[in-house]
DNA sequence: AACTGTCGGGTTTTT
DNA sequence: CCCGACAGTT
């Protein structure tokens, strides 16, 4: 019965079997998270726990898939029924059982965030803002990030921290667009992603008897990438957990040095705070990392060590040393790309490596275009993932609005996206005038457009727009999703707006179109919900509800061998034998977002962290001279995650291992003599890399102080050689082995005096 | 109301 | 470079 549980290591299986109360995993990369997690919900099953009252969250729609598929192979059919899925999904899928309760009809919409930012740049222009001091993302996030730490609008204004906050960085005002806000959004019978969290909260907090029906059913609550949960969701999982007469059965699986989402909320701080909180946790540490050979193991040991705050842990490894780390050093980003995709072939060539073996990493999604259209040309089949997703792109978008519209009038966003495409003759003037009537009179913009009634010439135009989309509505009583959508599509006119268009674009956003179509009609033919195993709810409403939450577009691919291409973070989870992590560049990765703040650049380094430890057998860290950004030639210096590599991890070749020693290790050591290793003094002063400001290197003469990030103050001993080649040599008195030898051309000092 | 051209700004990661 | 916002024109 449970003969699966054999092929575990002991602190697996103590992890797997530890069902009853509060269990902590701190799982490092290629631990074998996945299986303890599968394999607990498997041996829950196997103890007689009813699959229905497993609730087992996750972050990503594609990392529940895959649980729930591996947990079908351990446990059968059972399986299909255990609730696994994201924290949106699952929570709002509750949420269209109860939003009557708080408050919300049950056809509820969700608003992206382009939504969000549209509903709050109509605020602020309504009420003639400044829209400088007001920017709409900087609001939207401040929204959100105050919705994650349990802010409502009048908590807000109550908090003194706060307001002071808002008065200090000049956008007094933003309490006040707050709280229109989320007015409006509970106007319009809409929750953003945040609201999904939040309003099941609520529901929780505010509704004894609903608390205690989702308490009993969930008995069991696994949490994946416990890391990641910010204060909110964590506050969820208080709740569903800690309560009188509670069995606290409650498991999170994380590690913190894996934690890459601190600028959405997360924070690692839920993790420390889970001992508190959870009295006799039983905390199992999975150290032994299955996944990688030895170099890429201490190499990613190395990096994370530079982080100031860490769980303390050993990940090790009894693989062989393996192929060493490769960097290839490209004059531009066209080159970079070439290299990388030559590299590609060879290995397909001699290592006979299939594709999905096979993944191109990078920081930003910006930077695929160029790796995309070298596979294009070498006829690789390829997958992007990520990116604008399918269900963001214009016209897919378009016809969604109209279906919103139809589910729910008072869905703003959606009514004045679709009210004058295809034109109509109803104007931006008109709108704001309705706009205007409808904050007056306190109705919703549907309401101010049914009362308008046809007092002006575009008054026609709205009347006869009114009377489509209530024709749309009735048909929804005999129509199923799909026939109704078709129908929409056609009588709205849209369809015919993109088929007419005969360019490329429009042709490939006709077919968009079509694809959605398509996707409706699978979800009206399939009968069971996905991450629940319950019988499904086929309506329209059901349909908008779950596409909404869908990032990547998952579009059969014809190819099933196809090379990944993806974001290091949408990487996170995965694995494959070769890795390419690009642009690895100051500015780039670590971003230049992220550079003013240690804690930032810590961050970045978990991430750079989390790239590397993808790789199994073969890594390679490319970096460009030059690359165009904004339509200019940038120059760039390497990463400074690459000095931080041991020298003894990476392969040379091009000589690049001498640059990057002289860079930042101390001066050749003879022979195969041990090296020092590159130790850092404790007594180095943190320097903020807000105020650092590298000179240029042909400045750095003999007899100057400088300052080195990592080093700490210096006294240039001497410079030799020429031009390119120039090395110091520096005498830095706050570290160990204090005097270096660094190559001018890579380092990043800055002259003191 | 709709179309056209110009200007200036931003520019990360995701449910 | 690639958007979107805006002003000016039809």
Not at 5 to 10: A, D, E, F, V, W
Not at 324 to 334: C, H, L, P, V
Not at 359 to 386: C, D, M, V, W
């Amino acid at each position: 019965m449970t003969d699966f549980l054999k092929g575990l290591n002991p602190v697996q299986h103590q992890a797997v079997t530890t069902i009853a109360g509060p269990v902590l995993v701190i799982a490092g990369p290629g631990s074998g998270k996945t299986r303890v997690l599968t394999f607990r919900i498997a041996y829950l099953l196997s103890q007689g726990v009813k699959p229905s009252s497993i609730l087992a969250l996750t972050f990503t729609n594609k990392a529940a898939r895959e649980m729930k598929e591996r947990i079908g192979h351990v446990a059968g059919s059972n399986a299909s029924r255990v609730w696994a899925g994201t924290f949106h999904s699952l929570f709002s899928r509750i949420l269209r059982i109860e939003a009557e309760e708080i408050g919300y009809p049950a056809d509820f919409t969700i608003y992206d965030t382009e939504d969000s930012k549209s509903l709050i740049g109509s605020i602020i222009k309504e009420w003639n803002m400044d829209k400088e001091a007001y920017p709409t993302n900087g609001i939207r996030n401040r929204i959100s990030s105050a919705k994650s730490n349990l802010l409502t609008p009048k908590a807000y204004e109550m908090n003194a921290e706060q307001m002071a906050n808002d008065a200090a960085s000049r956008i007094p005002q933003f309490y006040k667009i707050y709280t229109e806000y989320v007015a409006r959004c509970r106007k319009a019978g809409a929750m953003d992603f945040d609201d999904l969290l939040l309003q099941f909260f609520r529901l929780l907090q505010e509704k004894p008897e609903i608390a205690k029906k989702y308490r009993e059913r969930f008995q069991y609550v696994m949490v994946d990438e416990f890391q990641d949960t910010n204060f909110l969701q964590y506050g969820i999982l208080k709740k569903l957990t800690l309560y009188n007469g509670s069995p606290r059965n409650i498991c999170a699986v994380g590690d913190d040095a894996q934690s890459i989402y601190a600028f959405r909320g997360a924070t690692i701080d839920n993790i420390l705070d889970f001992e508190k909180d959870f009295a006799g946790l039983q905390t199992f540490k999975l150290e032994q990392n299955y996944r990688s050979t030895k170099h890429i193991v201490e190499a990613a040991n190395k990096v994370i060590g530079y982080n100031k705050r860490q769980i303390r842990k050993t990940i090790w490894t009894d693989q062989d040393e393996g192929q060493k780390i490769k960097i290839i050093k490209a004059i531009n980003d066209t080159e970079e790309g070439r290299r990388v995709i030559d590299a590609i072939m060879e290995l397909k060539t001699r290592d006979h490596l299939p594709n999905h073996e096979m993944a191109i990493l990078y920081r930003t999604n910006a930077q695929s275009r160029i790796f995309e259209e070298h596979l294009r040309r070498h006829n690789i089949p390829y997958k992007i993932f990520g990116g604008q997703s399918f269900y963001q792109r214009k016209e897919v978008k378009d016809l969604i609005a109209y279906l919103r519209t139809v589910v729910n009038y008072r869905d703003e966003e959606a009514l004045k996206r679709v009210i004058n495409f295809p034109k109509r003759g109803i104007g931006n003037s008109t709108m704001s005038q309705m706009a205007e009537l409808a904050a007056a009179e306190s109705i919703t913009l549907w309401d101010a457009l049914v009362k308008a009634g046809p007092l002006t010439r575009s008054g026609k135009s709205i009347v006869k727009f009114i009377e489509m989309m209530n024709g749309f509505r009735e048909k929804t009583e005999t129509l199923n999703a799909y026939d109704l959508a078709l129908w929409v599509a056609k009588e709205s006119r849209l369809y015919d707006e993109y088929a007419s268009d005969h360019t490329i674009e429009g042709i490939s956003r006709k077919e968009n179109i079509q694809a959605l179509l398509d996707g409706i009609q699978e979800f009206t033919e399939s009968d069971e919900e996905e991450y629940t195993g319950e019988v499904k709810d086929k309506s329209l409403a059901s349909y908008l509800q779950n596409i909404a939450l869908l990032t990547d577009a998952d579009e059969g691919v014809d190819e099933t061998d196809f090379v990944s291409l993806m974001s290091v973070h949408a990487a996170k989870g995965l694995e494959f034998l070769a890795i390419f992590l690009v642009g690895l560049e100051e500015q780039l990765f670590p971003s230049f977002m992220s550079m003013n703040s240690q804690d930032e650049i810590d961050e970045e380094r978990r991430l750079f962290y989390v790239a590397i430890t993808r790789a199994k057998a073969h890594l390679w860290l490319t970096f460009a001279q030059s690359r165009y950004r904004y339509g200019q030639m940038r120059y760039n210096e390497p990463s400074r995650f690459l000095e931080e590599i041991d020298t003894d991890n990476l392969e040379d070749t091009g000589g690049m291992v001498q640059e990057l020693e002289a860079a930042s290790t101390p001066k050749a050591r003879v022979g195969g003599a041990p090296r020092p290793s590159v130790q850092v003094a404790a007594s180095v002063r943190a320097i903020d890399p807000a105020t650092f400001r590298p000179s240029p290197s042909n400045e750095i003469e003999a007899g100057m102080k400088v300052l080195h990030m990592k080093f700490g103050e210096g006294e240039v001993m001497m410079v030799d050689g020429a031009r390119d080649n120039r090395v110091a040599t520096i005498f830095f008195k706050e570290i160990d082995n204090p005097e270096r030898r660094i190559m001018l051309k890579f380092a990043k000092l800055m002259i003191v005096e």
